[in-house]
């Protein structure tokens, strides 16, 4: 994580002292870098500077409003998935000509919504949802600018859970039938043909399955413009993996980058990206607090204040995250599985890892920005944590911590 750094033993995210945070703001909490953020979105755009291009950040990784203003600022695009998304985007800022809509599930009313936004692109999933779409543009009187997810039948190598290119998968039309479901497309008055899009899976490590997905799609877009129906854009997805742990090696930004522009260049497409984890993963960490070291047969536990409510990524996909002291302590080390207090016993931040605890010391998970607060819960009635933005040497509250009152407000009794 490259805005995280040790000064005098403390931790820092920028100039700010993460056990200040943990302190003010309280603990569990997430804390993202501003720096971080915008750096990892200028490898892209600059990158990509001499070709037609337009990053579009995949909302869902982390749709805090003020990660969304930030990016909006330096001009991002945005890849939505819902009309919650959209309400998100514009909310903080974005602009709704920069926006493209994924899903394989729109619904009328946020089709009717983002059309009246007036959005740069859906991405249609099924001939349903094109005939559909065509109906909503239709009673509004307005063209709906489409681009048609395809499955590329590519295997991302990544974990089954996000990996979403491959035959079967609910995600895109399958690559034989992509034809004529452009010719559909076409044909439908209410929609104008734009572009192929395609995403494989999320958490990529090595870009050649990427690579075969591309030229998946530019074949298909050849024949697509041989059938009279010309794309103007093509839509690689997101999916670019990050380092979670040192012996992780992660595709670097940049390179990737001008793979595809020397794919494309020539070919007279623009280009469109959709990361989401690349941008924000790791500009983040959750900061807790131990409440308890507790033995049980010669394991040791560190029961913490966060858990799977908060971070589910370990529970769900046995995902890796780094667990660092905020402090450094002049204390023997030991093995610890670090847990927390919820009902499962899935839920587990990370097992044997080596640390020097005692009860309220403060730790970081990292690389904790993306995929994190947005697959919150409440379950075990537990608030959702604050957010927290570090700017240079500032911190700002950008999400409050949810109040035990709020979680059953729309709830009531029987009479
Ligand atoms: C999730 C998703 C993304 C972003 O994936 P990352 O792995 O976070 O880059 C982009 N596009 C679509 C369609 C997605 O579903």
């Given at each position: 994580?490259?805005?995280?750094?040790?000064?005098?033993?403390?931790?820092?995210?920028?100039?700010?002292?993460?056990?200040?945070?943990?302190?003010?703001?309280g603990?569990?909490?997430?804390?993202?870098?501003?720096?971080?953020?915008?750096?990892?979105?200028?490898?892209?755009?600059?990158?990509?500077?001499?070709?037609?291009?337009?990053?579009?950040?995949?909302?869902?990784?982390?749709?805090?409003?003020?990660?969304?203003?930030?990016?909006?600022?330096?001009?991002?695009?945005?890849?939505?998935?819902?009309?919650?998304e959209?309400?998100?985007?514009?909310?903080?800022?974005?602009?709704?000509?920069?926006?493209i809509?994924?899903?394989?599930?729109?619904g009328?009313?946020?089709?009717?919504?983002?059309?009246a936004?007036?959005?740069?692109?859906?991405?249609v999933?099924?001939?349903?949802?094109?005939?559909?779409?065509?109906?909503?543009?239709?009673?509004?009187?307005?063209?709906?600018?489409?681009?048609?997810?395809?499955?590329?039948?590519?295997?991302?190598?990544?974990h089954?859970?996000?990996?979403?290119?491959?035959?079967?998968?609910?995600?895109?039309?399958?690559?034989?039938?992509?034809?004529?479901?452009?010719?559909?497309?076409?044909?439908?008055?209410n929609?104008?043909?734009t572009?192929?899009?395609?995403?494989?899976?999320?958490?990529?490590?090595?870009?050649?399955?990427?690579?075969?997905a591309?030229?998946?799609?530019?074949?298909?877009?050849?024949?697509?413009?041989?059938?009279?129906?010309?794309?103007?854009?093509?839509?690689?997805?997101?999916?670019l993996?990050?380092?979670?742990?040192?012996?992780?090696?992660?595709?670097?930004?940049?390179?990737?980058?001008?793979?595809?522009?020397?794919?494309?260049?020539?070919?007279?497409?623009?280009?469109?990206?959709?990361?989401?984890?690349?941008?924000?993963?790791?500009?983040?960490?959750?900061?807790?607090?131990?409440?308890?070291?507790?033995?049980?047969?010669?394991?040791?536990?560190?029961?913490?204040?966060?858990?799977?409510?908060?971070l589910?990524?370990?529970?769900?996909?046995?995902?890796?995250?780094?667990?660092?002291p905020?402090?450094?302590?002049?204390?023997?080390?030991?093995?610890?599985?670090?847990?927390?207090?919820?009902?499962?016993?899935?839920?587990?931040?990370?097992?044997?890892?080596?640390?020097?605890?005692?009860?309220?010391?403060?730790?970081?998970?990292?690389?904790?920005?993306?995929?994190?607060?947005?697959?919150?819960?409440?379950?075990?009635?537990?608030?959702?944590?604050?957010?927290?933005?570090?700017?240079?040497?500032?911190?700002?509250?950008?999400r409050?911590?949810?109040?035990?009152?709020?979680?059953?407000?729309?709830?009531?009794?029987l009479?």
């Amino acid at each position: 994580m490259s805005a995280l750094h040790r000064q005098d033993g403390d931790l820092h995210l920028e100039s700010v002292r993460l056990a200040d945070v943990a302190r003010r703001f309280g603990t569990p909490c997430y804390v993202y870098s501003r720096a971080a953020i915008e750096a990892s979105w200028r490898a892209f755009d600059e990158a990509l500077a001499g070709t037609d291009h337009l990053v579009c950040y995949a909302v869902k990784a982390n749709s805090n409003l003020a990660v969304l203003g930030v990016l909006a600022a330096l001009g991002s695009g945005f890849d939505i998935v819902s009309g919650g998304e959209l309400a998100r985007v514009l909310a903080a800022g974005g602009r709704a000509d920069r926006v493209i809509f994924s899903g394989v599930g729109k619904g009328e009313a946020e089709m009717r919504a983002a059309l009246a936004a007036g959005i740069r692109c859906f991405n249609v999933e099924s001939e349903p949802e094109l005939e559909r779409l065509d109906a909503v543009a239709g009673a509004l009187g307005v063209r709906a600018p489409v681009s048609l997810r395809v499955n590329p039948d590519v295997d991302a190598r990544t974990h089954p859970y996000i990996s979403t290119g491959l035959k079967g998968n609910k995600f895109g039309i399958a690559h034989d039938r992509a034809l004529a479901a452009y010719e559909l497309a076409a044909r439908l008055p209410n929609l104008e043909v734009t572009g192929v899009d395609c995403h494989i899976g999320s958490q990529i490590l090595e870009t050649a399955p990427l690579e075969e997905a591309l030229e998946r799609v530019l074949d298909l877009a050849a024949a697509v413009a041989a059938r009279g129906i010309p794309l103007r854009h093509v839509d690689v997805g997101g999916g670019l993996g990050i380092r979670y742990r040192e012996e992780e090696q992660a595709p670097d930004i940049r390179r990737w980058c001008e793979t595809l522009a020397r794919r494309v260049a020539g070919t007279g497409y623009g280009l469109v990206l959709e990361p989401g984890r690349a941008i924000v993963g790791n500009a983040g960490v959750l900061l807790a607090t131990v409440e308890y070291l507790k033995l049980d047969k010669g394991k040791r536990f560190a029961i913490v204040d966060a858990s799977m409510s908060e971070l589910i990524r370990p529970a769900l996909y046995e995902a890796w995250h780094d667990i660092v002291p905020l402090a450094a302590a002049a204390r023997e080390e030991a093995e610890y599985d670090v847990v927390g207090p919820v009902c499962e016993s899935s839920d587990v931040l990370g097992t044997a890892r080596r640390l020097a605890l005692a009860p309220g010391d403060g730790l970081a998970i990292l690389s904790a920005g993306a995929y994190g607060m947005v697959m919150s819960s409440n379950y075990n009635s537990r608030p959702r944590p604050c957010e927290v933005m570090v700017d240079g040497a500032r911190a700002v509250g950008v999400r409050a911590r949810e109040s035990v009152d709020s979680l059953f407000a729309g709830e009531r009794t029987l009479d």
